[in-house]
T-cell receptor, first 118, second 113 residues
Framework: AQTVTQSQPEMSVQEAETVTLSCTYDTSESNYYLFWYKQPPSRQMILVIRQEAYKQQNATENRFSVNFQKAAKSFSLKISDSQLGDTAMYFCAFKPTILNNAGNMLTFGGGTRLMVKP | DAGITQSPRHKVTETGTPVTLRCHQTENHRYMYWYRQDPGHGLRLIHYSYGVKDTDKGEVSDGYSVSRSKTEDFLLTLESATSSQTSVYFC????????????FGPGTRLTVL
């Protein structure tokens, strides 16, 4: 079984600054995917970025980038030039590559609440 | 946005009453999931479906049952609601490929008094 841990329940950052959210995971799988989802006050779950474990290059999506350290089982999210609209809960999630009856079942961390201050 | 709807969006009910939540998709995706979201726990899988009439239990399945009679609909039933089932419930869908992303519905807030 996989576990995902987010050790920062809450964080805050000033608008236009950079913030990093931490995530660690535990698995015996060698191939898997990692995700960051954003949940704004609207409650909608929005995929921010994903990383394939077999790729050494860190994924980037506009102002969002990850620092993936496979040996350390660490997957942090960096948000650059923070905007007020980035205020949200952020969830780290894990999915093994092997497709079985569970399909693409995700295992989530407990979340980090990010507040961007003007 | 993926075509996923959930109904109702909000519900307040009393302990001991049955409750059914509906998830409807227009994407013809094979896999469907029900999660619950609670503070500090993120989202936890209740049940999932890998095809019509094919379902299985997730991490927190006690007190819940599901049914899928059509590709597009996945129902979650609380046979006798308890206060511990007060939560936000999310439906999600994904395709059959391991590379497919999981997309979420808008959620249902359920309060059991």
């Amino acid at each position: 079984a996989q576990t995902v841990t987010q050790s920062q329940p809450e964080m805050s950052v000033q608008e236009a600054e950079t913030v990093t959210l931490s995530c660690t995971y535990d698995t015996s799988e060698s191939n898997y995917y990692l995700f960051w989802y954003k949940q704004p006050p609207s409650r909608q779950m929005i995929l921010v970025i994903r990383q394939e474990a077999y790729k050494q290059q860190n994924a980037t999506e506009n102002r969002f980038s990850v620092n993936f350290q496979k040996a350390a089982k660490s997957f942090s999210l960096k948000i650059s030039d923070s905007q007020l609209g980035d205020t949200a809960m952020y969830f780290c999630a894990f999915k093994p590559t092997i497709l079985n009856n569970a399909g693409n079942m995700l295992t989530f961390g407990g979340g980090t609440r990010l507040m961007v201050k003007p | 946005d993926a075509g996923i709807t959930q109904s109702p969006r909000h519900k307040v009910t009393e302990t001991g009453t049955p409750v059914t939540l509906r998830c409807h998709q227009t994407e013809n995706h094979r896999y469907m999931y029900w999660y619950r979201q609670d503070p500090g726990h993120g989202l936890r899988l209740i049940h999932y479906s890998y095809g019509v009439k094919d379902t299985d239990k997730g991490e927190v399945s006690d007190g819940y049952s599901v049914s899928r009679s059509k590709t597009e609909d996945f129902l979650l039933t609380l046979e006798s609601a308890t206060s511990s089932q007060t939560s936000v419930y999310f439906c999600a869908i994904s395709g059959r490929a391991a590379t497919d992303t999981q997309y979420f519905g808008p959620g249902t807030r359920l309060t059991v008094l």
